[in-house]
């Protein structure tokens, strides 16, 4: 029996995310609501072209495929479009075969004080101002930036990075470093600290289901050594020893273990996720973002400190 949505791991996605709208937003930008509307209406059986979040999206929705009696993963689509104009991203949808069935239209409004009514770990959008909305009202949200769509259909695996600080974690080791200007003053912290775990941060939640699910993978390759697993999860993070270690205590009592994890003292993230080449990564730091190489969808979380 598939599971009831409070015990899913739902994604809120806003058409902006999953579709590329560039040329429906010039017009609204440039001619007005009602322009814009009437180009959706006329286009609706025009096929939207893929947005950033796409690749991410088809391969999250692909675990129900190895999970089909619990589909344990749910996508919603929360959009500030009205039904109207939304019957062309849900052709586009269709067209697609993603399974997507829920939907929330706003005619406008933002869409995200609905996430807890849909269950929703994580709300993506292109809207900045949605996303700072969310992440202010204490929900989990991230922007994504715009970049270049690589989407190869035989690799079927999901590859998800975060950042640690202000991401999966709170913002309060970071808040002593902005305070001090002193990156020896933060590892001095950090290490005095290094067995009292963090408290979580805006995508905490997210993380610990997606643990939940690599528990599942876990146990199925040992009833099938022919299984190949679908979901790699990492942390992509700025600190290095000796500030690791609580990190790997926060992990320990939250009981996940990623696949990857590495501690890059400063060094440019770019050099691993070029490796790695995750379908999505997320991070509290636009200059982090803003020097990844094209074709790694990246999510800005504007939470905390450094983002005030």
Not at 85 to 92: D, E, L, Y
Not at 245 to 256: D, K, M, P
Request: net charge negative; aromatic share 10%; charged share 20%.
């Amino acid at each position: 029996m598939s599971y009831p949505i409070q015990d899913k791991l739902v994604i809120a996605v806003a058409s902006s995310a999953l579709f590329d709208l560039a040329e429906a937003h010039e017009i609204f930008i440039n001619q007005g609501e009602d322009e814009y509307r009437k180009f959706q209406r006329k286009n609706k059986k025009v096929l939207l072209a893929k947005g950033i979040a796409f690749p991410f999206v088809r391969r999250f929705l692909n675990i129900n495929l190895a999970y089909p009696q619990e589909s344990p993963v749910e996508v919603v689509l929360l959009s500030r479009n009205d039904p109207d104009t939304g019957q062309r991203v849900f052709n586009s949808i269709q067209h697609y075969q993603l399974n997507i069935t829920r939907a929330g239209f706003l005619s406008g409004k933002s869409p995200y004080l609905y996430m807890p009514a849909f269950n929703a770990s994580l709300f993506l959008s292109a809207n900045r101002e949605d996303v700072i909305q969310a992440i202010q009202a204490g929900y989990p949200a991230g922007q994504l930036l715009a970049g270049e769509i690589q989407d190869t259909e035989e690799d079927q695996e999901l590859r998800v990075a975060f950042d640690f600080d202000g991401v999966l974690a709170d913002d309060e080791a970071e808040s002593i470093f902005q305070k001090n200007e002193d990156l020896d003053a933060f590892c001095s912290y950090e290490v005095k600290n290094a067995q009292r775990p963090h408290q979580p941060g805006p995508l905490a939640s997210l993380f610990k289901k997606l643990s939940y699910l690599q528990k599942l993978e876990r146990q199925r390759m040992q009833q099938d050594s022919n299984y190949i697993p679908i979901l790699r999860i990492a942390i992509v993070t700025a600190r290095s020893a000796p500030a690791n270690e609580r990190v790997v205590t926060t992990l320990n009592a939250w009981g996940v273990i990623p696949d990857e994890t590495f501690f890059l003292g400063g060094m440019d993230k770019n050099r691993i996720l070029q490796i790695m080449q995750p379908h999505i990564f997320f991070d509290d730091q636009m200059k982090h973002l803003s020097s990844l190489s094209s074709g790694i969808p990246a999510v800005h979380i504007p939470f905390g400190i450094r983002n005030i």
